[in-house]
């Protein structure tokens, strides 16, 4: 079976950086599966994400959606098999909701029956069809997040990469965030999600990448990873560890000084 | 639907602007009947046989000034939004970045060197392809001085150009071309041609009196590449509102948006300055305009900003000229008059009104 997405030794130093962010990474990302990057600040997961998106070019290795380099694909080609959610954007466009979401159908050329197929399906699944006609800046953090998600979704690629969508959101935000990304992995999407929230990694996700210091820490299952051998070494030792109910794993901050010091 | 009335309000009031232009004149007492000015005008075309006496040249000479003047609009106000669109910045305009300046001293070295004289900005007869010269050097100028904006705003990383940036890059050009201008004059002036002097004067202030058919067809050309442009960079400049990334993980090609919204910026802008010389704030005025009006979809701004400039300049030329009479103030001063305060205004308005994701 060929990976939706495929890493071979890949190095990459985004513009700016003295040396490599991230070194000679090998990963294998399957579809119909939520696979989350996980790692602490200045990792390179956001440097991992723009690679697999095809907007970094690596400097050694190669990058791969679905068997093809993704260096050999146009930019349209390119959005067709791979949609991006960003955190966030550099300003809102002043445009209607429905207007935004439309945005994810440029890729296509499609015609006008087929772009709205997939644009009232995109609104549906992130429950936003009510509120197609509201100017993209009246929406909550929450709602913005869900738009992204849904012009995502209206791309209609096969493999969706999510950098820290829940960033800034609350819990219930974050929860139904998380809960549409689930359901494409269901639907046989490949969902690439990259988090510093190891709870929500250990909740949602199928597979767990730790990135520290450029490099592939671990990797495998929530259980596999989220354990103190693996992410001691990485994060310290003020972590906590118990398991929920489902049997995933819960990774808590513990104080380093003691109660009341 | 506010777009469509939008549209068809504007095309109508475009034709009944040039048609007032005709029939009714600007610095010109002489009347002439509606049907004596359309059968003049068809006389052009061969289709009626001229008026008698002055009659004809009189309408000829109105004719080619007001669609001058329509195509100046038009080029300005789309270079206008498509420079704000691509900066991601409303107060980039052709004039306040240095490209209208750009231009004009690309015009300017032509002038110098074909031999233009006058303060009407005529061109030696020898030179038949002189005008298309002179456009292809204001060209250069303009397309110059976009490249050296997009090369410097783009030096501090993605995201939009910051207003301080515009502002600033555009202070710095501005002065740097108004120096080489001054130069210029200077040895002119010391060589005492008061013909080149007189020329160069009047290109700067911006001019629509005693236009011919060829700045007539210079206009025309910029607002015919401009229209042809629109559906290469309309969805495209709206992609990038939410940052160049964005904008690419979208399918947007980022360089070639870049490259035809700077070139039809510039060459439009070229074209306006060639047939008018330096005429400012319409690129920035028109897109605000039109933008309370519709909204700032990239789709409908700039096919609107095509005939909102044309009636912005067409109204205000003959609006002055009702209220001013025999002795109207030349385009480039009108403009500026106009211009300068609303910029202020926007400076202020902007300062207060930030909004962030």
Same mark, same amino acid.
């Given at each position: 079976?060929?990976?939706?997405?495929?890493?071979?030794?890949?190095?990459?130093?985004?513009?700016?950086?003295?040396?490599?962010?991230?070194?000679?990474?090998?990963?294998?990302?399957?579809?119909?599966?939520?696979?989350?990057?996980?790692?602490?600040?200045?990792?390179?997961?956001?440097?991992?994400?723009?690679?697999?998106?095809?907007?970094?070019?690596?400097?050694?290795?190669?990058?791969?959606?679905?068997?093809?380099?993704?260096?050999?694909?146009?930019? *349209?080609? #390119? +959005?067709?098999? =791979?949609?991006?959610?960003?955190?966030? %954007?550099? !300003?809102?466009?002043?445009? &209607? @909701?429905?207007?935004?979401?439309?945005?994810?159908?440029?890729?296509?050329?499609?015609?006008?029956?087929?772009?709205?197929?997939?644009?009232?399906?995109?609104?549906?699944?992130?429950?936003?069809?009510?509120?197609?006609?509201?100017?993209?800046?009246?929406?909550?953090?929450?709602?913005?997040?869900?738009?992204?998600?849904?012009?995502?979704?209206?791309?209609?690629?096969?493999?969706?990469?999510?950098?820290?969508?829940?960033?800034?959101?609350?819990?219930?935000?974050?929860?139904?965030?998380?809960?549409?990304?689930?359901?494409?992995?269901? *639907?046989? #999407? +490949?969902?690439? =999600?990259?988090?510093?929230?190891?709870? %929500?990694? !250990?909740?949602?996700?199928? &597979? @767990?990448?730790?990135?520290?210091?450029?490099?592939?820490?671990?990797?495998?299952?929530?259980?596999?990873?989220?354990?103190?051998?693996?992410?001691?070494?990485?994060?310290?030792?003020?972590?906590?560890?118990?398991?929920?109910?489902?049997?995933?794993?819960?990774?808590?901050?513990?104080?380093?000084?003691?109660?009341?010091? | 639907?506010?777009?469509?009335?939008?549209?068809?309000?504007?095309?109508?009031?475009?034709?009944?602007?040039?048609?007032?232009?005709?029939?009714?004149?600007?610095?010109?007492?002489?009347?002439?009947?509606?049907?004596?000015?359309?059968?003049?005008?068809?006389?052009?075309?061969?289709?009626?046989?001229?008026?008698?006496?002055?009659?004809?040249?009189?309408?000829?000479?109105?004719?080619?000034?007001?669609?001058?003047?329509?195509?100046?609009?038009?080029?300005?106000?789309?270079?206008?939004?498509?420079?704000?669109?691509?900066?991601?910045?409303?107060?980039?305009?052709?004039?306040?970045?240095?490209?209208?300046?750009?231009?004009?001293?690309?015009?300017?070295?032509?002038?110098?060197?074909?031999?233009?004289?006058?303060?009407?900005?005529?061109?030696?007869?020898?030179?038949?392809?002189?005008?298309?010269?002179?456009?292809?050097?204001?060209?250069?100028?303009?397309?110059?001085?976009?490249?050296?904006?997009?090369?410097?705003?783009?030096?501090?990383?993605?995201?939009?150009?910051?207003?301080?940036?515009?502002?600033?890059?555009?202070?710095?050009?501005?002065?740097?071309?108004?120096?080489?201008?001054?130069?210029?004059?200077?040895?002119?002036?010391?060589?005492?041609?008061?013909?080149?002097?007189?020329?160069?004067?009047?290109?700067?202030?911006?001019?629509?009196?005693?236009?011919?058919?060829?700045?007539?067809?210079?206009?025309?050309?910029?607002?015919?590449?401009?229209?042809?442009?629109?559906?290469?960079?309309?969805?495209?400049?709206?992609?990038?509102?939410?940052?160049?990334?964005?904008?690419?993980?979208?399918?947007?090609?980022?360089?070639?948006?870049?490259?035809?919204?700077?070139?039809?910026?510039?060459?439009?802008?070229?074209?306006?300055?060639?047939?008018?010389?330096?005429?400012?704030?319409?690129?920035?005025?028109?897109?605000?305009?039109?933008?309370?009006?519709?909204?700032?979809?990239?789709?409908?701004?700039?096919?609107?900003?095509?005939?909102?400039?044309?009636?912005?300049?067409?109204?205000?030329?003959?609006?002055?000229?009702?209220?001013?009479?025999?002795?109207?103030?030349?385009?480039?001063?009108?403009?500026?008059?106009?211009?300068?305060?609303?910029?202020?205004?926007?400076?202020?308005?902007?300062?207060?009104?930030?909004?962030?994701?």
């Amino acid at each position: 079976m060929v990976s939706a997405l495929r890493l071979s030794n890949v190095s990459a130093r985004p513009a700016g950086a003295r040396s490599h962010v991230l070194d000679r990474i090998d990963l294998e990302v399957r579809g119909s599966a939520v696979h989350a990057i996980v790692g602490p600040n200045g990792a390179g997961k956001t440097t991992l994400l723009r690679v697999l998106a095809g907007l970094l070019r690596p400097t050694d290795g190669t990058a791969e959606v679905s068997g093809t380099p993704i260096a050999s694909l146009s930019a *349209r080609a #390119r +959005a067709r098999a =791979l949609a991006v959610v960003p955190q966030s %954007l550099e !300003s809102v466009p002043p445009m &209607r @909701v429905e207007t935004f979401v439309a945005g994810g159908r440029y890729a296509w050329r499609a015609n006008p029956k087929a772009d709205r197929v997939a644009i009232t399906a995109a609104l549906e699944r992130t429950g936003l069809l009510s509120m197609a006609d509201r100017g993209l800046a009246t929406l909550s953090g929450g709602e913005r997040q869900r738009a992204l998600v849904a012009r995502a979704l209206a791309q209609d690629a096969p493999v969706l990469l999510c950098d820290e969508p829940t960033a800034s959101l609350d819990v219930d935000q974050q929860i139904g965030v998380l809960e549409i990304l689930a359901g494409e992995a269901c *639907r046989g #999407r +490949a969902v690439v =999600l990259v988090t510093h929230e190891l709870n %929500l990694a !250990s909740q949602f996700a199928d &597979r @767990v990448t730790l990135l520290h210091r450029g490099r592939i820490a671990a990797g495998g299952t929530p259980s596999e990873v989220l354990q103190p051998t693996v992410l001691r070494p990485v994060y310290g030792d003020g972590l906590h560890f118990a398991s929920l109910d489902n049997g995933r794993p819960l990774v808590v901050p513990r104080r380093r000084t003691p109660d009341g010091g | 639907m506010r777009e469509r009335a939008a549209l068809i309000g504007l095309a109508v009031a475009t034709v009944a602007l040039v048609a007032a232009q005709v029939g009714v004149g600007v610095a010109s007492g002489i009347p002439v009947a509606p049907g004596d000015a359309l059968r003049a005008c068809l006389a052009l075309v061969g289709l009626a046989e001229p008026l008698e006496g002055y009659a004809q040249d009189v309408v000829t000479w109105r004719l080619w000034r007001a669609l001058t003047a329509a195509g100046v609009g038009s080029c300005l106000a789309l270079a206008g939004s498509l420079l704000q669109g691509l900066f991601r910045n409303p107060l980039a305009s052709p004039s306040l970045i240095g490209v209208t300046a750009g231009a004009n001293l690309g015009a300017t070295a032509a002038l110098l060197a074909l031999g233009g004289y006058g303060a009407a900005l005529e061109l030696a007869d020898s030179v038949s392809a002189a005008p298309y010269l002179v456009t292809l050097a204001a060209f250069t100028g303009s397309l110059t001085v976009a490249l050296v904006v997009v090369t410097i705003a783009t030096r501090s990383g993605p995201g939009p150009t910051s207003i301080a940036t515009i502002l600033l890059l555009g202070v710095a050009l501005n002065s740097c071309i108004a120096g080489a201008l001054s130069a210029v004059e200077n040895v002119l002036m010391d060589a005492r041609d008061y013909g080149t002097l007189n020329a160069l004067q009047a290109w700067s202030f911006g001019t629509l009196d005693d236009r011919k058919a060829y700045h007539a067809v210079l206009v025309g050309l910029g607002v015919a590449v401009g229209a042809a442009a629109i559906p290469f960079v309309a969805r495209e400049l709206d992609l990038l509102t939410g940052g160049d990334e964005d904008a690419e993980s979208l399918g947007v090609s980022i360089l070639k948006t870049r490259v035809v919204a700077l070139t039809v910026a510039a060459l439009a802008t070229a074209c306006a300055v060639a047939a008018a010389g330096q005429v400012g704030f319409v690129g920035l005025v028109v897109p605000h305009l039109l933008r309370l009006l519709v909204g700032s979809s990239h789709r409908t701004l700039l096919p609107l900003s095509l005939l909102g400039g044309a009636v912005f300049v067409l109204g205000t030329d003959l609006a002055q000229v009702l209220v001013v009479g025999e002795r109207p103030l030349r385009a480039g001063v009108l403009m500026s008059l106009l211009g300068g305060p609303f910029f202020l205004g926007l400076l202020m308005f902007h300062a207060r009104r930030r909004v962030g994701w």
